[in-house]
C-alpha cells in the first residue's frame, strides 16, 4: 500500500514543526509546503528539502490530504477548497475564526465522508490522557493559561489564540449544553483581547473559570478538575499531574470528621494519608503534536473519527465565540459602535482616553 501523501500549508513556526515531524509517521510521506510568502518556501525547501509551492491548489491532484497551519482568517476558505476536492484535513485550531464557518466546514466533510481533525494538541499530552476516570462526572474545573507575547497568531485575541485549548479539554469532559457564559477582557498592546476570563455553567451542573493571557512575564498551562472520582491538578507545560483520590467513606459521605478526633486540625496529616489520598502520576514522555499526526493518519486508513473531528472543533469555537460576545457585552461602550469597532477597540480606547484625563489632571495640578 502506498504511504498517504501529505502536504502542509503554512510554513510559519507550527507549519514547519508539522513538516518536520511527519518524516516520522508511518505510512505517511509529506510531499510538499505551500506558502504565499517566498521567503518562507526557501526556508521550507532548504530545511526539509521538500516541494514547495505558492498555493495548495497548485499541487492538489498530488495530495491524499493535507495539514493546514494557515493564519486563522485563513482556514476556511483552504479548508472548504480541499474538502471539496476531496481531501482529508488536519486543521489548526481552532477550525475557523468564527462558529458558522467552523459548522459548515465540519458538515462539509461528514457529508464527503472526509476525516476532519482539529490541532487542538493538548488531547494528546500525557497529562490529560492520562487522567481516565478522572475526566468523568467532572463538576468544576479552573484553568490558568498565559504567556508571553508571542508576535504570531495577531489575528485572533487570546480567547481563540490560547483559551480555547481549555474550552476544547473542558468540552471533552461534558456532551451538556451551555447555560451560561460570563466573561471580561482587555486590550493592552494588540488589536484584540491580550487577557481574558470565562465562567462557563452547563446543564450537567458542571462549572468551568478559564482565566487566559498572551502578555504574561510568567508561563502557565495549568488545571485543576474536581470530579466524583477525585481531584487532579495537572502542569501541561511540564508535564505533570497529582491526584487526590477519595477513600469510600467520603465518596458515601459516612466519614465523620468530627467524630474521629476532637480537634479536627490535629487530624490534616492523617487525613490526606486514609482519606484523601494523593499520588503524583508517573508520565511517559511523548510529543503531542507527534502524535497527533499518527491519530490523523491512522483516522484516515481505519475510517474511524479522530480524537478531535470536526464537530468538536466546531463546538469549542462557538463557546469561543459566546466568550467573545460576552466580552463585548461588558465593553465599556455599550453605543451603536460597538459591533463596528469590538470590544478590544473600545477597552484600549478606554485607557487612552483615562490616561489622557489623568495627564490633564496633573497639568492642571
Known sequence: MNKLRIAVVGAGHLGRIHAKLLGQVDDAELVAVCDPFESARQVAAESLGVRTCADPSEIVDQIDAAVIAAPTD???????????AGKHLLVEKPLASDSSDAQRLAMLAAARRLTLQVGHVERFNPAFTSLGDLARDVKYVEAVRASSFPGRC???GVVMDLMIHDLDLVLSMTDAPVTSVSSSGLSVISDHEDVAETRIEFACGMVANLKASRISPTPARSMQIFGANGFADIDFGKPSVSVVRPADSVVDRTFDLNAETDNPLRYSGELFQTKLRCETMELEPRNAILDELHDFVISIRSGSAPAVDGAAGAR??????????????????????TTERGPHALVRESIQMASRRAAQDRRAA
Open 74 to 84: 485563513l482556514h476556511c476558505d483552504i479548508a472548504k477548497s480541499l474538502l471539496k
Open 154 to 156: 495577531l489575528d485572533v
Open 316 to 337: 469549542a469555537v462557538a463557546v469561543a465565540d459566546k466568550v467573545l460576545q460576552s466580552i463585548q457585552q461588558r465593553s465599556w461602550y455599550s453605543d451603536a459602535t
